[in-house]
């Protein structure tokens, strides 16, 4: 160690600064991560070689491969399609279009990014609202809430859902078997809850507004329908690959950059030979690299407090604290998860969280006891960012968007209505782990 100092103490203050650093979002978050990578190197409490093992590859695969396989996807016009066709399967009612484009927004968001999700479905709700002459509030509002509830159903839905089930080795089917039930229900929750605050006052529109919704195209959307074609069915062979994951001996990093390749070279056999580098350049230009790095980064930096053996330390005093009961433990992680990924990003609390729980493994049993802990952990961290404005890099993103339209979408705006339904969908994730586990 450098200067002598404690591992522990040295790994302890690189991780609390990188993460107070991140929090205040002054800077760029995956610059901070990386620098904090740096910083466990050049201190000496990790070599180069040791931070690489800390790298989860796969979490990384499988959000670059998914990343671009939206990417080509979302040329095609298939997300515009979607919303259009929501606003006329229910005649352009404003109170149905409210409860479809909700429900949309959460399937997308089931399969897609969230943060991808609302960037495509947010411009063309706005632009029904405008249609239909109706306050835009309650729909983007609806959609940041859905994408995240969403988003916790499936192993690819949210980054810390992602790195959960690459640490703990839960396949695809393990995240739709024992998560998606309860979010359908949650869903149900809470359409059923923005339908009574705001269903009525969100129907009036004119009888020539909603015509005009109806007289649209929804075809007039899909501007690629070869793309279409081929997308749909990568996406589905995507998700057959992940269903059969365990039995073919593949990880979903590999399925995923696997497919998207295979969907960018059939892409591109539709184009001129002299375009294919630039398109493939374009698409690797949509990826989110700074995700990307701030993953890698944030990786060793958790892997470098873990290595200290701090992490032991912390889990025991865990387990002395709810006298090593996994109910009580399983409400700990739920609550503490939806309090803090309230207020800060989910992703850096998850990755110091998994290694925590790991250790917690031989007090209860082994690794398979452990599955409780991993659900309230997912389910806390990706439900809880739906509490502030704050919390999940789709609010802001819907709020930045919102803004820039004249759309009042402030903190206090958002918050006031987002919270208790907050509470109220941990509530029901609370009672579904006590009914499903103990």
């Known amino acids: 160690m450098i200067f002598g100092f404690s ?26 991560a990386i620098l904090g990578a740096g910083a466990m190197i ?8 040791e931070a690489i093992k800390g790298i989860d590859f796969n979490t990384l695969a499988l959000l670059t491969g998914m990343m671009v396989l939206v990417s ?22 404003p109170a149905g279009v409210l409860v479809l484009l909700t429900v949309v927004t959460a399937l997308a968001s089931s399969l897609l990014d969230n ?12 632009s029904i609202t405008q249609r239909l002459r109706v306050a835009p509030f309650p729909f983007l509002f609806c959609e940041v809430m859905a994408s995240n509830i969403g988003g916790t159903a ?63 195209p929804a075809q007039s959307a899909i501007t690629d329908h070869r793309l279409l074609r081929l997308a749909i069915a990568i996406f589905s062979a995507t998700l057959l690959a992940f269903v059969f994951a365990r039995y073919l001996r593949l990880e979903p990093g590999s399925i995923a950059l696997v497919c998207a390749a295979a969907l960018m070279l059939l892409d591109n056999l539709a184009h001129h030979r002299d375009t294919h580098t630039a398109r493939v350049v ?21 892997h470098g407090f873990e290595v200290t053996g701090a992490l032991g330390v912390v889990a025991q005093t865990l387990l002395a604290a709810f006298h090593g009961n996994l109910a ?32 917690l493994a031989p007090a209860f049993g082994g690794e398979e006891a452990l599955l409780p802990l ?28 919102a803004q820039r339209n004249g759309v009042p979408f402030n903190f206090l705006a958002y918050t006031k209505f987002a919270a208790p339904l907050t509470l109220m969908s941990i509530v029901i994730a609370q009672i579904y782990l006590w009914l499903r586990f103990f």
């Not at 080509?72 to 009612?93: D, H, K, P, T, Y």
């Open 154 to 216: 499936t192993l690819i839905g949210d980054p810390p859902n992602i790195m959960i089930g690459s640490a703990a080795d839960l396949t695809f089917n393990a995240f739709v078997l024992d998560l998606t039930p309860i979010i359908l229900v949650i869903l149900a929750f809470q359409v059923l809850a923005t339908h009574l605050i705001w269903g009525r006052s969100v129907n009036s529109a004119t009888r020539d507004a909603r015509a005009e919704v109806m007289a649209i």
């Open 7 to 32: 591992p522990v103490l040295v790994a302890g203050t690189i991780l609390v600064v990188t993460y107070v650093l991140v929090i205040s979002d002054r800077f760029d978050r995956s610059l901070l």
């Open 328 to 359: 009580i433990t399983a409400s700990a992680i739920l609550w503490s998860s939806a309090f803090l990924s309230a207020i800060i990003d989910n992703i850096p609390f998850v990755a110091a969280m998994i290694p925590l729980i790991k250790l």
């Open 282 to 302: 374009g698409t690797y230009g949509d990826v989110d690299w700074i995700t990307i790095f701030f993953f890698v980064g944030l990786f060793i930096v958790v």
């Open 115 to 126: 943060v991808t999700t609302v960037l495509l479905i947010a411009p063309v709700t706005f």
């Open 374 to 401: 991993w659900w309230a952990l997912s389910l806390g961290a990706c439900l809880g960012g739906n509490g502030t404005l704050i919390g999940a890099s789709a609010n802001l993103t819907v709020a930045g968007f």
């Open 72 to 93: 080509i996807a979302r040329r095609s016009g298939i997300f515009e399609f979607l919303a259009l066709w929501s606003a006329q399967c229910v005649n352009a009612s």
């Open 42 to 49: 050049f201190s000496g409490v990790l070599n180069q070689t």
